[in-house]
């Protein structure tokens, strides 16, 4: 299975070259801030911070970092797999991926249409082995991805979502959940208005809900995937468009699916074609190449990362291991039209 193919490229990765910028929490948010504006993550050591010091954190290093006024995004109102939480806007990362399996890389929620700008984590507590976070560039990804990045450009990603049905499919058990409950109706036709409705999700075209096997449905819904980010360069402080690869394929993919029965997560091009076997291993290789670190966190570690410039993913770990995750707001990613308006 191709979570075999994924988890022996990632336990024989080398080890990553570079080091993520480490400060501690006294010396402040401007610390923090800058390292983040110039490198894209930082990690912050201290005492295992509350959930209340972990936001403050988090978003004090990334308005220090060039968003002023950037809040606290929400997990649970649009995201796909529903996660328990720790306390307000706080998530538990355990939500989804069993521990002997690796999360595969990706960026927080880059398979909706608005994607969170900043992610952070926090370790409360680090496995016996394992469980390193990895992060991978994006930029580094559009280079190595060659000609498949102006595929990603010119179609764009569907992602799809099955969900169960209360009466036709009760015993869906994938965090996807019940349709009903997602859009708060059992009026089919009036979820079907609401997919249609979510830009969050899909943009202006919104998402579509229709039947599908064994009496679940599936949502589905098309964004793009080449974004332009700014990049500082370490010389001076001028910064340059760079064009990211911001996906969330291999871990949306039936071809990565935890469970038995109806995959509940798949992915395609935005033209509704399916992969070709070479594509999706030129991906995974890919994004291998696109490893930038792999750190496994102590307690109390905070790491603010630049969602846009990059993905992340862990190893498989043993032994209770507890990280928790907040996202900041999001935006619809900027595409190519939207740059050269702004030149
Ligand atoms: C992309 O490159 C591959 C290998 O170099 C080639 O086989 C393929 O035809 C190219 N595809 C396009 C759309 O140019
Ligand atoms: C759930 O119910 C459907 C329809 O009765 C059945 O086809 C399917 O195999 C069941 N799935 C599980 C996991 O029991
Ligand atoms: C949903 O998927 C169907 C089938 O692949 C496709 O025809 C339709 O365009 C998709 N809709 C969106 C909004 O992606
Ligand atoms: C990049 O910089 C331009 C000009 O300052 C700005 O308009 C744009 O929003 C920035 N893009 C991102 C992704 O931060």
Redesign the pocket.
């Known amino acids: 299975m191709a979570v075999w193919g994924w988890l022996s490229l990632a336990v024989c990765q080398v080890e990553a070259a570079s080091a993520i910028p480490v400060v501690h929490r006294s010396q402040g948010p401007e610390a923090a801030g800058s390292m983040l504006a110039s490198v894209g993550a930082v990690l912050i050591k201290g005492e295992v911070p509350t959930s209340k010091e972990f936001e403050n954190l988090a978003m004090s290093a990334w308005q220090a970092a060039g968003h002023p006024g950037l809040g606290l995004g929400n997990y649970n109102k649009v995201g796909t797999v529903q996660r328990p939480m720790l306390s307000e806007g706080i998530y538990d990362v355990a939500a989804g991926a069993p521990a002997h399996l690796p999360v595969s890389p990706h960026s927080e929620q880059a398979y909706l249409y608005q994607v969170p700008r900043f992610c952070g984590f926090v370790c409360m507590r680090a496995a016996d082995t394992g469980g390193e976070l990895q992060l991978f560039d994006n930029v580094l990804l559009g280079t190595e991805l060659r000609n498949l990045t102006d595929k990603l450009a010119k179609l764009g990603l569907?992602y799809?979502r099955v969900m169960g049905d209360q009466v036709h499919s009760a015993n869906w058990s994938y965090a996807t959940g019940m349709w009903q409950d997602r859009f708060g109706t059992t009026s089919w036709p009036e979820a079907k208005r609401l997919a249609s409705l979510d830009e969050m999700m899909?943009g202006k075209?919104?998402?579509?809900l229709?039947p599908w096997l064994q009496g679940t449905v599936i949502l589905?819904?098309?964004v793009p995937a080449v974004t332009w980010i700014n990049m500082t360069s370490n010389s001076h402080e001028k910064t340059k468009p760079a064009k990211a690869v911001l996906q969330s394929i291999l871990d949306s993919h039936k071809s990565v699916n935890y469970g038995t029965g109806i995959p509940a997560l798949h992915s395609?091009w935005?033209d509704?074609s399916e992969f070709e076997e070479w594509e999706l291993a030129a991906f995974r290789a890919a994004v291998t190449r696109s490893l930038w670190v792999s750190v496994k966190l102590e307690e109390g570690d905070v790491v603010v990362v630049d969602n846009w410039h990059y993905a992340h993913g862990r190893l498989p770990y043993e032994g209770p291991r507890k990280h928790a995750a907040l996202i900041s707001d999001r935006f619809p990613r900027q595409v190519q039209q939207q740059q050269e308006a702004c030149v």
């Open positions: 569907t799809f899909g075209p919104g998402a579509e229709g589905n819904w098309t395609t935005g509704g």
